[in-house]
């Protein structure tokens, strides 16, 4: 592997140099192979589990890996903390994949560093799997996101609400950068520490921005079009991060953190089921303005470079800013259409897309299960039936618009409207009761059996395979009372 390390070059200010403490037995538990080829992990590496075991834990540590734990700090449910930092994970380096992407290669659950906190640095294997399955899914639903190469279990147990067993999970991201990295040196005003990782920021994900007269806005202005399109995926496939602090927002624009997410079944903008989020803060409806507050933070940082004056600096960052709910809004809307075979929104469609919403709010229907029916109505006079049951004048409304859009008021082709939804309406989703029995099966036995089958039906939400009707059910029990927990 030809590892590199860019992110070690910078000052060591942004950084503590400290290798993975070894684990007693490693064994490699979950392999993403179509991952390791699009990363070009030879053949020799990839096809040896002993030897991933060991590199994947930490125990050996590869030709070119420069092992770093970052430092970042973080506004985390509103409340600012100076200092956070890898605590439990080691940056080893980069790669470059056959599209000359650059890839972070990061090990979580590798052991403590000077930013753990008090912590053991360590990983359960339950936390592990879950960000290995759901990042799977949300990369195959289409939604930006962090991946995961390997799971390896070490031997050890781990301690949190219970004993578990220990895992390192690898993480593969496009950088760990984040707007609490610009907030860990703008807290201490250090501005030619925040000029370094901008410039850094810049040519990993905006090269396109380093000749620009005014970088600094233009860059802002960039990253909120990328996590408006990243919020308007998690909302149309239902998934709630349930941690949005400023430390798990990524200058990327990818989904990062993986710990008390969930995805909403019965639909209700409401939805929380972190464990941790006893406000709602980051409750499902809650994710646009809670994304334009972060980006807010960012921007502080960024004022002193701005401009000398403050007040000058504010003056421009704020209008910019300010455009996010227009422009969230713009967007969801046509989100929404697409899930609702409509090419193109019009400012009348806004009423019937809130119509159809409130009636599965009122109704509790669940999100994907009616918008996958409503996509199949379209060619099945007897699943037409239920979703009219179901969405009552709304239905009606909607096969009008879709005759309008058509050409023909008296009956419609919807066959191109059917093919667009089927393109923004999965058919199955990890649902979160299935995702904890194969969280259940690893911990209690050991098994991949049942992640395995998860994972090849999640790997293509669009389509029906042989098993994906053992994952589309709903619970029994709506999720009534269905709680995630942070992993740490």
């Not at 003056?315 to 969230?328: G, H, L, N, S, T």
């Amino acid at each position: 592997m030809n590892f590199s390390n860019s992110y070690a070059n910078l000052d060591d200010i942004f950084f503590e140099k400290i290798a993975p403490v070894p684990v007693k037995a490693p064994a490699l538990f979950l392999w993403n192979a179509g991952l390791a080829e699009q990363l070009m992990i030879p053949d020799e590496l990839a096809h040896n589990p002993d030897a991933l075991a060991q590199i994947f834990s930490g125990n050996t540590i590869i030709a070119g890996a420069d092992p770093i734990a970052t430092a970042y700090a973080g506004h985390q449910f509103g409340s600012f903390v100076p200092q956070l930092g890898d605590g439990r994970a080691h940056l080893l380096g980069e790669v470059i994949d056959q599209s000359g992407h650059r890839w972070d290669i990061q090990l979580k659950g590798s052991g403590p560093t000077s930013f753990s906190r008090g912590g053991d640095g360590r990983c359960a294997l339950g936390p592990a799997v879950r960000e290995f399955i759901m990042s799977e899914a949300m990369h195959a639903l289409k939604v930006p996101t962090t991946r995961c190469l390997a799971v390896v279990t070490t031997g050890e147990t781990v301690f949190r609400e219970r004993p578990s067993p220990g895992a390192v999970v690898t993480r593969v991201a496009s950088s760990h950068i984040r707007i609490g990295t610009f907030q860990y040196f703008a807290a201490r005003g250090n501005l030619d520490a925040i000029k370094m990782l901008f410039t850094h920021t810049m040519e990993r994900h905006y090269p396109e921005l380093l000749e620009e007269e005014y970088p600094y806005l233009m860059f802002i202005n960039k990253f909120i079009n990328r996590q408006i399109q990243l919020v308007v995926d998690w909302m149309r496939v239902g998934f709630i991060h349930g941690v949005m602090n400023t430390d798990n927002t990524a200058l990327s624009g990818e989904t990062i953190d993986y710990g008390p997410c969930a995805m909403m079944g019965i639909y209700d903008p409401k939805t929380v089921y972190s464990s941790i989020d006893t406000m709602g803060r980051y409750a499902f409806g809650n994710q646009p303005a809670i994304s334009q507050w972060n980006i807010a933070r960012l921007a502080e940082c960024l004022l002193p470079l701005i401009s000398e004056d403050p007040k000058k600096g504010l003056a421009q960052v704020e209008p910019v800013i300010a455009e996010f709910p227009a422009r969230f809004e713009k967007a969801y809307l046509a989100m929404m259409g697409k899930k609702l075979g409509l090419t193109v929104v019009k400012p009348e469609d806004k009423a019937l897309i809130t119509s159809l919403l409130n009636r599965l709010k009122e109704k509790r229907l669940d999100y994907t299960i009616t918008f996958d029916q409503m996509t199949r109505s379209l060619t099945s006079e007897a699943v037409a039936t239920q979703v009219k049951n179901d969405l009552g004048d709304g239905f009606d409304l909607w096969q009008k618009r879709l005759r309008e859009q058509s050409g023909n008021f008296q009956s419609g082709d919807f066959r191109e409207a059917q093919k667009l939804m089927r393109q923004h309406n999965p058919v199955v989703i990890p649902r979160n009761h299935h995702v904890e029995k194969v969280i259940q099966e690893c911990e209690q036995n050991g098994k991949t059996g049942l992640a395995e089958k998860f994972l090849k039906v999640l790997r293509a939400p669009y389509e029906m395979l042989t098993h994906t009707p053992d994952f589309q059910d709903p619970p029994a029990d709506g999720d009534k009372d269905y709680k995630t927990f942070c992993g740490t």
